[in-house]
């Protein structure tokens, strides 16, 4: 298979196809090709798409190389399962499938031998990885028959850290299950319809090593595994000293240093006092001058490194040319054809398209070029999240609002909102910038709350939004949201796309006369509020005549409540009613619940009610002072939702107590189990969406009716509380006293990134016969009615585990124990 573009290896792969890179001074391919020979396989298809030239003329008919090699073309992409069947006038017998870009000394022997024993239509070549998170997971039995394939998942979903390698032993009949004419994969599509059909798939667990060289990362890595002698394969070289490979006809001065490991290739000059190494590959007729210094730096072909350059931590295409004294620090990879010259000095991670130029003496802080960088998350837990001014700088949201833009129709109009902060103001403004520079237009809503930002995109002529606000865990930082068109957070594709754009640089600019334009619409709040009361039993709420103290936190609710408050006809204490930055940044929902509490006792009222400063997490006090926690917050929203819209459709993230599940089983309520998250609504498991449901709700206070809005929303679901007291004709702590009483109980056990997919395999092996839950993580349901659930965090380096039980004690030992289990995983390495 070696018809990639390898796009995230730009600048490299411009000129040349990414199986045709040098590793250790030959191409990727033809290791592979090797590899294929030493094990028997001596006819070979090569798929081709890309610069196929490239290959064509570089094996021929194969014979150099002691095989016998033919080409199938593609001239679209068809996918891996669409290639190989475009090659399929070659395939009349068993056959192996493997990736012309990948560095590996698998057994392939083992590999068809396992095949030939299981008698399987397909045997998949699988590894144990540190991070599972870019492959495809494969679960397999006992046995090694695959159970499961998952492409490309969150940490929520890895219960396993063993991957699809790509490399496969096929019969025939698997190509009967390829569609034609369109891109199909193997591991998303065929082997998912295989094993759907009940089909025998195989994997086979190999401890070789193999690499999948897609990253710049990646390839410096595998380099230094060759060097390392990590990897099975022969450098074309004779070893000078144990780690030090030479190449015919080079030439190392007396006086320069070579350190181990490294190696100099064919032709090569090396200068006086120059230093080559450690981790350093020079490619064949190379020179180095006078007191350069090449360190952990991959060279190709015919390179020029003038005196005193420095080269630390950078890949060199071929033909380049630094001049004297120029500085390449790390992560710097320039494409083929470059020259820097003399004295220039190109910053870390910047990429210099192939054929430029660095002028004498500058300095390149930003790259030259469009190009890709891997492995990096841009958006976190709720989007894109940083120091405000230091990480989250205005030049950023900038270039991220144009990468978003893109994905989007020019003239096309987003609403954009923030909170009262400075920090916010400013980026807001910057990101404004970004979306008008794109072509987009822009609906400025100035300071508002999430919630209003979200009906102004669902309700108006919006394509999508963006809402800037200070972090709420960090008030030195600041977060953007980024939502789609019907007002929800993008979804995980959706920020993949704005990261790809993003990274390669790729965004829309458009002409002049494109460049959109600021709009400042009215009545927004009052459009929500009476958008939010029109399904609300209105009279009977003003019947009830409630007694309300609210807290609005400092934040933006404030500037939204009158509108609603108008409507609803109680009598209402406020407190914290004024937008303040300050105020925000000091905000601690434990101190703000009980200063409410105290209000709400002296002042006789009938509940009251925090509302976070973005507006959608809400706290709630009883009657008689009681601060209610977000569980017993839950069941009293739930019991309502249940008891009072017969078969009411409910949604709850999958460390909820089952005490809900038995309210909605006593009211004949459904209910679907959802991922984790204090963010907004997920996708649940079952046949609902948060948008086809009554009513969803959290474990962190937050609460959503999406027949008003599909997200969470404090004003919202105090209003619909206060439509359902009402109707209950009783007072708020009666019905939070009979209550079920829960017990559940969480633990959080440092787990390094690298090991959290070797973690939930474990797990989900320790509790393979067990009663399992596997929407996010792994959940145990035991016959006693407890439950344990073990869930990697996505963003920081922890495992999460909750557990409830029949009471605080029996909790908080379910939880221990996972813990327990969980830090001899670690420990066992």
């Not at 002691?66 to 090659?87: D, K, Q």
């Not at 090694?144 to 390698?165: A, I, M």
């Not at 704005?498 to 400042?520: H, K, N, P, Q």
């Not at 839950?634 to 809900?660: D, I, Q």
């Amino acid at each position: 298979m070696a018809g990639g573009e390898g796009t995230r290896l730009r600048p490299l792969t411009m000129s040349q196809p990414k199986p045709m890179l040098p590793m250790a001074n030959r191409p990727m391919v033809e290791h592979v090709v090797g590899l294929l020979r030493r094990h028997g396989f001596d006819e070979i298809v090569v798929t081709v798409a890309y610069l196929a030239s490239t290959i064509r003329t570089y094996f021929g008919d194969g014979s150099e190389f002691g095989v016998r090699i033919v080409y199938a073309t593609e001239e679209t992409p068809f996918g891996t399962a669409g290639s190989v069947l475009n090659a399929r006038a070659e395939l009349n017998e068993r056959f192996l499938v493997i990736s012309g870009d990948v560095l590996t000394d698998i057994d392939l022997g083992g590999l068809v031998a396992v095949h030939e024993k299981s008698g399987a239509l397909a045997t998949l070549a699988l590894k144990a990885m540190e991070n599972p998170l870019e492959f495809g997971i494969v679960i397999t039995d006992e046995t090694g028959r695959v159970e499961r394939l998952l492409e490309k998942p969150t940490w929520g979903q890895v219960f396993s850290d063993t991957v699809n390698t790509g490399i496969y032993v096929l019969e025939p009949e698997v190509l009967d299950a390829v569609a034609p004419g369109r891109a199909v994969d193997f591991s998303s599509e065929v082997f998912p319809l295989l094993l759907a059909a009940g089909e025998h798939l195989q994997g086979w667990v190999t401890d070789s090593y193999w690499e999948d060289v897609g990253t710049l990362e990646a390839y410096l890595r595998a380099h230094a595994d060759i060097l390392d002698a990590k990897v099975g394969l022969r450098v074309d070289a004779f070893t000078l000293r144990p780690g030090i490979f030479v190449g015919e006809g080079a030439e190392i001065d007396p006086t320069a240093l070579v350190e181990a490991p490294a190696l100099v290739g064919a032709n090569c000059r090396v200068g006086p006092r120059a230093r080559v190494g450690p981790y350093a590959v020079l490619g064949a007729n190379v020179r180095v001058g006078d007191g350069a210094e090449v360190e952990r730096t991959v060279v190709h072909d015919n390179c020029y490194i003038g005196a005193r350059v420095h080269a630390r931590g950078s890949v060199i295409g071929r033909s380049c040319e630094l001049r004297p004294g120029a500085r390449l620090e790390e992560g710097v990879v320039l494409g083929d054809g470059c020259r820097v010259g003399e004295d220039a000095s190109i910053a870390p991670g910047v990429k210099i398209y192939p054929n430029k130029t660095v002028d004498a003496g500058a300095a390149v802080t930003s790259s030259v070029v469009w190009e890709s960088r891997a492995a990096r998350t841009l958006f976190g837990r709720v989007g894109v999240t940083g120091l405000a001014n230091v990480d989250l700088s205005p030049e950023l949201a900038v270039r991220v609002a144009m990468a978003y833009a893109t994905g989007l129709p020019k003239g096309s109009t987003v609403a954009v909102s923030r909170d009262s902060s400075r920090a916010a103001r400013v980026l807001k403004r910057a990101v404004m910038v970004g979306l008008n520079a794109a072509g987009l237009n822009v609906e400025d809503l100035e300071a508002t709350t999430v919630p209003v930002t979200r009906f102004q995109v669902r309700a108006g002529q919006s394509r999508g939004g963006v809402t800037v606000r200070l972090d709420p865990d960090d008030p030195q930082s600041v977060v953007l949201r980024f939502l789609d068109a019907e007002g929800d957070d993008l979804d995980d594709a959706a920020r993949r796309k704005v990261e790809r754009l993003y990274y390669r640089e790729e965004s829309r600019r458009v002409l002049a006369a494109e460049i959109g334009d600021i709009e400042f619409p009215s009545r927004t709040a009052e459009l929500y509020a009476l958008a939010l009361v029109k399904d609300v039993d209105l009279e009977s709420v003003r019947s009830a005549r409630f007694k309300l103290v609210l807290d609005y936190a400092y934040g933006t609710a404030s500037l939204v409540m009158p509108s609603v408050l108008a409507k609803l006809g109680a009598e209402v204490l406020v407190v914290n009613p004024l937008v303040s930055t300050p105020g925000v940044i000091g905000y601690d929902r434990d101190v703000h619940t009980a200063r409410l509490a105290e209000l709400v006792r002296s002042s006789g009222a009938h509940l009251g009610a925090v509302i976070a400063p973005d507006g959608e997490q809400l706290s709630l006090v009883d009657d008689t002072g009681r601060v209610l926690d977000d569980t017993e917050a839950l069941l009293l929203f739930a019991g309502l939702v249940a008891s009072s819209r017969p078969g009411a459709r409910l949604v709850v993230p999958v460390n909820a107590t089952s005490a809900v599940a038995r309210l909605c089983a006593e009211h004949g309520a459904e209910l679907a189990i959802a991922p984790l998250g204090c963010t907004g609504p997920a996708s649940p498991a079952g046949p609902l969406s948060p948008g086809t449901a009554d009513f969803v709700g959290d474990t962190c206070g937050g609460f959503a009716f999406p027949a008003h809005l599909s997200a969470f929303d404090a004003v919202a679901a105090l209003v619909h509380l206060l439509e359902m007291l009402a109707s209950t004709a009783l007072r708020l702590s009666t019905l939070v006293s009979s209550l079920p009483q829960t017990f559940v109980a969480h633990e959080e056990v440092a787990t390094p990134a690298e090991q959290k997919g070797s973690v939930m395999r474990h797990v989900l092996e320790l509790a393979r016969e067990e009663d399992l839950v596997l929407v996010d993580g792994v959940k145990r349901v035991d016959g006693d009615g407890g439950w344990t659930l073990v869930a990697p965090d996505p963003v920081r380096r922890a495992t999460h585990v909750y557990a409830e039980g029949a009471d605080g004690p029996d909790a908080a030992e379910r939880a221990a124990r996972a813990a327990r289990e969980i830090r001899a995983i670690l420990d066992a390495g």
